[in-house]
């Protein structure tokens, strides 16, 4: 079995009651079983693992913990604001020797000029960005048809 991990950086918990206008009004424990449920169908060999932190350090953690992770095929990850300030993120995910595909719910070029920039873009596949949670799924799709067939 491999493994599919998507990491949810800071304020991401809220998703569902934050800002709903910018964010949508659903949670990310509704959108989990709508994804296992396309990865049963169409990726049936390989598992998603879910992580979440409000704590950078944290997030370093689990990024060093997944970098280390021989059942890994890749990494999806919305680091929140950290996107745009993270150094250290940026570095951790260096370490990633698989695709890692980072996602934004809302399209952060189209918002204020701090999103504009992100920290981590250099270092990973691609970014999807503006599409809700739709661009989870496409970033599902994105890293795993890198798999070897
Ligand atoms: C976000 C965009 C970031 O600028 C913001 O700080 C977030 C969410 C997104 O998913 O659109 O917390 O990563």
């Known amino acids: 079995m491999h493994t599919l991990h998507l990491v949810q950086g800071v304020n991401l918990n809220r998703v569902g009651q934050r800002e709903p206008g910018v964010y949508g009004g659903l949670s990310l424990e509704s959108q989990?079983?709508?994804w296992e449920t396309y990865l049963t169908r169409h990726?049936?060999?390989v598992e998603?693992?879910?992580?979440?932190?409000n704590q950078e350090g944290t997030l370093v953690d689990i990024i060093q913990a997944i970098a280390a992770d021989a059942s890994s095929v890749g990494m999806l990850i919305n680091p929140g604001a950290y996107t745009h300030t993270s150094?250290?993120?940026r570095d951790a995910v260096a370490m990633v020797q698989k695709p890692v595909v980072e996602i934004h719910l809302s399209h952060t070029y189209a918002r204020?000029?701090?999103r504009k920039e992100s920290l981590l873009s250099g270092?990973?596949?691609g970014t999807i960005a503006g599409f809700g949670w739709l661009g989870y799924?496409?970033?599902?799709?994105?890293v795993l048809t890198q798999l070897p067939a």
């Open 87 to 89: 150094i250290a993120l």
């Open 123 to 125: 270092v990973c596949l």
């Open 43 to 45: 990726w049936p060999n």
């Open 112 to 114: 204020e000029a701090f």
């Open 48 to 53: 998603l693992r879910v992580h979440q932190s």
């Open 137 to 142: 799924r496409l970033g599902l799709d994105a």
């Open 32 to 34: 989990i079983p709508l």
